[in-house]
Antibody, heavy 121, light 108 residues
Framework: QVQLVESGGGVVQPGRSLRLSCAAS????????MHWVRQAPGKGLEWVAI????????YYADSVKGRFTISRDNSKNTVYLQMNSLITDDTAVYYC??????????????WGQGTLVTVSS | EIVLKQSPATLSLSPGERATLSCRAS??????LAWYQQKPGQAPRLLIY???NRVTGIPARFSGGGSGTDFTLTISSLEPEDFAVYYC??????????FGPGTTVEIK
């Protein structure tokens, strides 16, 4: 079955960087877009970024544009989120999520367990 | 950016009762709306996509309806495991994909 395993979270000071990874298995990784979605403590869900199945297209939420970079390695079945210039508002559980569709995008049918990023001095 | 509003914020019901959750979009999203369930300490789970299509393995007591700006998620008879937070999410106009603030279904 589909499995997504995130890693790389932790405590980081404001202004510093962190790189999250998400290892995927159980499906043909290169056929699906992948997303990062985050959830601040006690809050709702916020979509962060998408990378297309073929790596050619990447889009971001305004709140992270210019600071975060999503990427993927289809040979390693892994998606990444490079987070630079972190601010306290970036504190959240970060989920990677597989897109449901194989011919369009926009629903998230499999999720990892999440990795907590805490930005604090 | 399309804003989604969910009502009520909290729904207090007993097992066996019918739950009706609402999601309203700030502009038409056609049928490009999904529903998720999230339990404490767990990742969200996709229940419904494209407004009314149930994901494989989701019980038939969950149903979605609506189009344009007004949508509903109905749970026909609440089971103990259905008490959770429910989010709607649109994919009509992106980026960004946006979520509603959630409705908590709690045990009365």
């Amino acid at each position: 079955q589909v499995q997504l395993v995130e890693s790389g979270g932790g405590v980081v000071q404001p202004g510093r960087s962190l790189r999250l990874s998400c290892a995927a298995s159980g499906f043909t990784f290169s056929n699906y877009a992948m997303h990062w979605v985050r959830q601040a403590p006690g809050k709702g869900l916020e979509w962060v970024a998408i990378v297309s199945y073929d790596i050619d297209n990447k889009y971001y939420a305004d709140s992270v544009k210019g600071r975060f970079t999503i990427s993927r390695d289809n040979s390693k079945n892994t998606v990444y989120l490079q987070m630079n210039s972190l601010i306290t508002d970036d504190t959240a559980v970060y989920y990677c999520a597989k897109d449901y569709y194989d011919n369009t995008v926009g629903a998230f049918d499999s999720w990892g367990q999440g990795t907590l990023v805490t930005v604090s001095s | 950016e399309i804003v989604l509003k969910q009502s009520p914020a909290t729904l207090s019901l007993s097992p066996g009762e019918r739950a009706t959750l609402s999601c309203r979009a700030s502009q038409s999203v056609s049928s490009y709306l999904a529903w998720y369930q999230q339990k404490p300490g767990q990742a969200p789970r996709l229940l419904i996509y494209d407004a009314s299509n149930r994901v494989t393995g989701i019980p038939a007591r969950f149903s979605g309806g609506g189009s344009g700006t007004d949508f509903t998620l109905t749970i026909s008879s609440l089971e103990p495991e259905d008490f959770a937070v429910y989010y709607c999410q649109q994919r009509r106009d992106w980026p960004p994909f946006t979520f509603g603030p959630g409705t908590t279904v709690e045990i009365k």
